[in-house]
């Protein structure tokens, strides 16, 4: 009988990518023969992780006891990654050798654990430092440059985008080149909400994948799914959703390889055409859609979208009660305040519930109530600033987000200062402080969050910082200037190539520091192609246009002077037979029936006009004392009455 660790050896010698079963065959009956031969146990191990059996390798590992376990940590954190154990993958790396952890099997293991891990930061350190190496192997480069690609897409939908370079941000030529740098390009726009150039490199990606050689049809058809997939996504956010449709009925989602990516798939099919669908039926399609395995995990991204979408969907059916309490646990589970997200959309969506999906005073009545009980909840406090500004009256909103602003800067515990000076938060103060025309709060609010983010450069937010100094070189203080200059060194530091902080730089120091605005002058456009085709006597002539404004800039609301109220006269109501320069009656006040032209109709109304006019008969009046002396009255004598008595009736 042959020796089975000869025939394992000879096997592996002639062993190609598609001979893992026979090579799994040949290192059992090498471990049923000696259970200590190292070699076969790691062999079994290697072919089971290349079958994708990663639980049993991992038992494969556990039995061949600590020897195994300590010359297979590299097969073991690989097992444990696939297999969604990312903790234990990470303990299971730094157990491992100096010496094992500097190689580069490591170094490329340890970053995408990293990565799954949604260490995005870490991740991407790792493999600037792999590709600035040049001890790779052939094609490596190529991977790493994809995976790079990824990982800047995901910094980009977590909002950290600040850390990475300008020209890491924008896509270039380079990645069209093939249809994975393509695809990861466009997620890259897609995170930075730049639809229509997405659109545009995942149509080159479909092309690319399509056109591949190295591909056999089943992998083309496993590569193109997800990107047609990313394609209706991004059709849809652009407004050609019966074009998304029609992409969506050519994907089959049972064809989808990855769990995640299907569900994803199944809940934007979902989502369009929401608006007149049954929302029960569309609550049994999203739960259907988006149920998971332990082992098939979402990004945290794309899980609180899938969430959110659940949540509002719980609206639609009235589960109020429901949604209140489990949103109000989680809520009160996580430390507030924080800038969070995921955090401030629980917010909106418990004060929704709240409130029964009212709006308006009916709203406000039922939530301000909920503010006194959670005043550290940004999302309700923006939620009712919100309503506020619906209701078009900013004041209290203002009112209210001072209030908490001040309440977080009094504050003495670490990370305060980062909400108070969230991009976020800082854009509603100036939106509000701009409804009421307060320039100067305004001013005052950038250049405080210019100053905190300018103290963290590693995580300091770009566009907030670009925001604030362009405001501040408006002033005319020099204070405000200055801090303007240092605001655009902060961001010409971390980037030459950004046009907007370069000219914020020349326009701070161009009258005080001409040694530091020396080296950028040659960057920036000349004046005379900026004013090339502008005819400057034409706008003398034609004037400097303004724009009318609804308030004074001098004062503010609460300074002026109430105006007062116009009295409205009315206008003068003449009769109908009126005619100009005829004397009016003298008896027009009368009534009718006393003026002098009055006549009766009918007997009756002229016999009742004689009696009490001219001509009339005359009425007998007499005169009658009273008794005691007090003196006497006119009365009028009964008509018809004659003296003497009257004759009784005689009896018949």
């Not at 079963?21 to 023969?33: G, Q, R």
């Not at 038992?59 to 940590?73: F, I, N, P, T």
């Not at 094992?100 to 891990?117: D, E």
Request: with cysteine; proline share 4%.
């Amino acid at each position: 009988m042959a020796n089975p660790a000869a025939t394992l050896t000879s096997l592996l010698r002639a062993s190609t990518i598609q001979d893992h079963d026979e090579v799994l065959k040949a290192a059992n009956a090498a471990i049923k023969a000696s259970k200590r031969d190292t070699n076969a146990q790691r062999t079994r191990v290697v072919a089971l992780l290349k079958l994708d059996r990663f639980d049993d390798a991992l038992r494969a590992v556990a039995e061949g006891g600590d020897s195994l376990e300590k010359e297979c940590l590299f097969e073991k954190s690989y097992a444990l990654y696939k297999s969604g154990q990312l903790e234990d993958a990470e303990k299971a790396l730094d157990a491992a050798s100096s010496s094992s952890k500097s190689s580069r099997a490591f170094r490329h293991l340890a970053a995408q654990v990293a990565y799954r891990a949604e260490k995005f930061s870490d991740a991407a350190n790792a493999y600037h430092h792999l590709l600035q190496e040049q001890s790779g192997l052939p094609g490596e480069e190529s991977d790493l440059k994809i995976n790079l690609l990824a990982t800047n897409a995901q910094l980009e939908w977590n909002g950290l985008g600040n850390l990475l370079e300008e020209q890491e941000r924008q896509p270039s030529r380079d990645h069209l080149e093939a249809f994975e740098t393509a695809y990861n390009a466009a997620c890259t726009c897609i995170a930075r909400g730049d639809f229509s150039r997405a659109s545009v490199f995942l149509k080159r990606a479909q092309d690319l994948c399509e056109a591949s050689e190295d591909l056999s049809a089943e992998e083309k058809k496993g590569e193109l799914l997800p990107i047609m997939v990313q394609h209706a996504y991004v059709l849809t956010r652009l407004g050609r959703e019966a074009e998304a449709v029609a992409l969506y009925k050519s994907i089959v989602a049972y064809e989808i390889p990855e769990a995640p990516t299907r569900a994803v798939a199944q809940n934007n099919q979902v989502a369009i055409g929401v608006a007149g669908r049954n929302p029960y039926l569309t609550h049994r399609l999203l739960e259907k859609a988006t149920d998971l395995s332990k082992s098939d995990r979402l990004f945290e991204y794309q899980a609180s979208v899938l969430k959110r979408n659940k949540y509002a969907i719980a609206l639609q059916i009235q589960k109020f009660d429901g949604l209140e309490s489990s949103t109000s646990k989680l809520i009160l589970q996580n430390p507030s305040p924080t800038a969070s997200v995921e955090i401030a959309g629980l917010g909106v969506i418990n004060a929704a519930a709240h409130t029964r999906l009212q709006t308006g005073t009916k709203a406000l009545k039922g939530i301000l109530p909920l503010l006194e009980k959670r005043p550290t909840d940004i999302g309700l406090l923006l939620t009712i600033i919100q309503l506020y500004v619906q209701l078009n009256n900013p004041g209290p909103a203002l009112s209210l987000l001072d209030t908490f602003l001040k309440r977080l800067e009094t504050a003495s515990v670490p990370g305060y200062e980062d909400v108070r000076y969230a991009p976020g938060l800082v854009a509603v103060a100036v939106a509000l402080y701009r409804l009421q025309g307060r320039q100067n709060s305004i001013r005052a609010e950038l250049a405080k969050a210019s100053t905190h983010w300018r103290s963290k450069s590693k995580e300091s937010s770009a566009s907030l910082l670009r925001e604030a100094g362009v405001e501040l070189l408006r002033s005319s203080n020099r204070e405000d200037i200055a801090s303007a200059g240092e605001t655009f060194e902060t961001l010409v530091a971390k980037s030459e190539q950004d046009p907007i902080a370069v000219a914020g730089l020349v326009a701070s120091f161009a009258n005080d520091d001409y040694s530091k605005i020396e080296p950028y002058l040659q960057s920036l456009t000349p004046v005379e192609k900026l004013t090339a085709g502008t005819n400057v006597h034409e706008l003398i002539n034609a004037g400097v246009a303004s724009v009318p404004t609804s308030r004074s800039v001098g004062k503010r609301p609460a300074e002026r002077e109430p105006e007062k109220a116009v009295k409205r006269r009315r206008k003068a109501r003449l009769p109908k037979n009126y005619e100009e320069g005829k004397q009016p009656d003298p008896e027009r006040w009368l009534p009718l029936r006393d003026r002098s032209t009055y006549r009766p109709k009918g007997k009756k109304g002229r016999k009742r006009a004689q009696e009490i006019t001219q001509g009339g008969v005359v009425r007998e009046e007499e005169t009658l004392e009273l008794v005691g002396g007090a003196g006497a009255v006119k009365v009028e004598k009964a008509p018809g009455v004659q003296g003497g008595k009257k004759k009784k009736k005689g009896k018949k």
